[in-house]
């Protein structure tokens, strides 16, 4: 009588079948039923495979703070609770034996088999969770930065200058906005943000390029770097 065990298959698949049409495992609202049943699961199930016991595993767990006030008996282990006949043991000696004179096969289980087309079912979905949560795609890394370009000197042509910088197309580059910083004696240094893919674009590489306008450029310079 009652629940078996929730670690195993069968003892977690009697529970999902039971709450199939049951928000609570005894009653109308939360008792001390759920919070020993609770406590036995540890820990939230598949929800492919078990989509019941997730459902409510996950609303008892808004409960915790007040397990010591439900109603109820705590006192009480969770195998008091479930359905009148249970086909799980938690022991295979505490298994009812048949009469020997019904059993046609002294040597088979004492259990019944479990559907094959449920088994078949329960494992279809457990591959297809694993396969959807191993392709959810992990957001790229990427950096802030916020780069000084130093002209030659007053008479450099600074529109020419970041014309020739934002001309610079790289995979998992974003340029951003940009101003003119006066740095001394009428010389004004470009200041620009921009926003990189850190395994796509190196800024060792880009300065490289950058420098590489030597008509008009310096030297540049990493003034800021944040992750986002």
């Given at each position: 009588m009652g629940f078996a065990d929730f670690v195993s298959d069968a003892g977690l698949t009697m529970l999902n079948n039971w709450l199939?049409?049951?928000?609570?495992?005894?009653?109308?609202?939360?008792?001390?039923?759920?919070?020993?049943?609770?406590?036995?699961?540890?820990?939230?199930?598949?929800?492919?495979?078990?989509?019941?016991?997730?459902?409510?595993h996950k609303q008892i767990s808004s409960y915790e703070s007040e397990f010591s006030s439900l109603p109820g008996d705590p006192s009480k282990a969770y195998t008091a609770y479930g359905p009148e006949k249970s086909e799980a043991t938690i022991n295979p000696k505490d298994a009812p034996k048949e009469d020997e004179e019904e059993d046609d096969d002294l040597f088979g289980s004492e259990e019944e088999e479990e559907d094959p087309e449920a088994v078949k079912q329960r494992e279809a979905n457990l591959a297809a969770y694993?396969?959807?949560?191993?392709?959810?795609?992990?957001?790229?890394?990427?950096?802030?930065?916020?780069?000084?370009?130093?002209?030659?000197?007053?008479?450099?042509?600074?529109?020419a200058l970041e014309a020739n910088l934002r001309g610079i197309a790289i995979e998992g580059l974003t340029w951003g906005a940009s101003t003119l910083v006066p740095?001394?004696?009428?010389?004004?240094?470009?200041?620009v943000?921009?926003?990189?893919?850190?395994?796509?674009?190196?800024?060792?590489?880009?300065?490289?390029?950058?420098e590489g306008d030597e008509d008009h450029v310096q030297s540049t310079d990493v003034a800021a770097m944040q992750k986002l």
């Open positions: 199939t049409t049951r928000s609570y495992i005894t009653g109308y609202g939360p008792s001390q039923a759920d919070v020993a049943s609770f406590k036995a699961v540890k820990e939230a199930p598949n929800p492919a495979v078990y989509p019941h016991i997730y459902r409510w694993k396969k959807k949560k191993e392709g959810k795609a992990k957001p790229a890394a990427k950096s802030l930065v916020t780069m000084d370009v130093k002209p030659w000197d007053d008479e450099t042509d600074m529109s740095v001394g004696f009428g010389i004004k240094k470009l200041q943000n921009l926003v990189v893919e850190d395994e796509k674009v190196s800024i060792d590489d880009l300065q490289a390029q950058i």
